[in-house]
């Protein structure tokens, strides 16, 4: 008896077991929250997350507090929290305290910041994050750090201070 692989767009068929997803999990239904004060900002990352699916529903936030009000009153629901820290009213501190304290604890959150201090990073681990990415300059750049970040097993994950920061 012959078994034979066959690849067809990310998707590996097994005749005799079945089919087997190894889509991205960018690829597949995902939604993401990402706040930011700075419009700029939030049209940049916008482009970026567009250029790698389609099939990602992206919701933007100018501030903490509206972040927050869209997690406590689903649909949808996110799976993974993209968090500038340098917010006026609620920081993006606050809100990572807020969420680790909460029952939306298991909801990843990853730093988006322009801050590479270590004390900051640091701080952001202490309180929860489960990861941190510096904002980089160059839109590829960009597109890389938030392909990098989606394709985590975020069930498995464990933060430490060797894996915790985005190395591009």
Known sequence: MRIFIQI???CIIYPIFGEIDLSPIYMKNFTIFYTDDDEDDLNIFTDAVESLSKDINLKTYSGGEKLLDAIYHPPPVPSVIFLDLNMPGKNG?????EL???DKSDIP???????NEPG??????KLGANYFITKPVLMKDIVKSIEHSLNIN???????SKNFVYKS
């Open 8 to 10: 067809i767009d990310f």
């Open 93 to 97: 501190f606050d809100v990572l305290n």
């Open 100 to 102: 680790k304290g909460s």
């Open 109 to 115: 959150v990853i730093i988006f910041s322009t801050s």
């Open 120 to 125: 900051i990073i640091d701080k952001c681990l």
């Open 154 to 160: 975020w069930k498995e994950f464990v933060p430490d």
